[in-house]
């Protein structure tokens, strides 16, 4: 997808699941050869798992500060923000990561307030012309200002394995991790590619549908 915008085009990317990986998204992104106006789309799941979750968010906060970055929320934000200011999935957290977050921060009380306003500023869902950018999914067959937050940030089977979930619309998502390589359907584009357990870690360029995958080996597997 280009988009044109008055002074030049952009190129959209988009960027799957990171979880704490903080060399493999370097590498990836050094990987892209990104021009000064292109967007980047990020699924979510920046943090918990891997060991740099605090280091992965400094290079997103200063990557914003050169380019265009649209930010979504993923699960495990949404985790940290219910465990600080109260609601349903805050209790999951310290099954789910919470410790090899905490480690990259030195605590909780040592999270800076700019990453505090990264999570809570994430988006739920991004759209832009034929495509929708979400975390995990849409409730197939339910308008989009009609989706529930539980469905955006954690749906599964339910989204991957229907038919044509928004008419119309391409989805690109994460959450579900893939090994191997993307999941690609003729309505769908799933881009968690599982770099925290030793896969990789994708992103896409619209435009071409063109996939950029770095290997991360064995580097998080002991952590999460």
């Given amino acids: 997808m280009v988009i044109y915008y008055e002074g030049g085009f952009l190129t959209l990317y988009a960027i799957g699941d990171i ?15 990104l021009k000064k106006r292109d967007t980047l789309v990020f699924l979510g799941d920046y943090i918990d798992r891997g060991p740099q979750s605090k280091e992965v968010v400094d290079f997103l906060l200063k990557l914003s500060g050169k380019y265009h970055c649209v930010f979504l929320r993923g699960n495990h934000e949404a985790m940290l923000l219910n465990y600080f200011f109260g609601g349903p999935w805050g209790k999951y957290w310290e099954l789910n990561g919470m410790e090899a977050t905490l480690r990259s921060y030195g605590g909780l009380r040592n999270i800076p307030d700019s990453h505090m306003d990264f999570f809570k500023n994430t988006e739920l869902y991004y759209k832009d012309s034929n495509y929708l950018f979400v975390h995990a999914g849409i409730r197939p ?7 529930s ?5 954690w749906i599964r089977d339910d989204f991957i394995y229907a038919d044509h979930p928004l008419e119309n619309t391409t989805v690109v998502f994460g959450h579900t991790p893939k090994f191997g390589g993307p999941l690609i359907l003729k309505d769908k584009i799933g881009l968690d590619t599982g770099c925290v357990y030793g896969g990789s870690l994708t ?7 063109k996939f950029f995958s770095v290997n991360c080996g064995t580097l998080a597997k002991k952590y999460y």
Avoid at 20 to 33: F, Y
Avoid at 149 to 153: G, K, S, Y
């Fill in 19 to 33: 979880h704490g990986c903080l060399m493999p998204l370097k590498s990836l992104i050094g990987n892209l050869k």
């Fill in 141 to 147: 067959g339910v308008e989009m200002n009609k989706q």
């Fill in 149 to 153: 937050e539980v469905d955006l940030l």
């Fill in 203 to 209: 992103a896409l360029r619209v435009d071409d549908l």
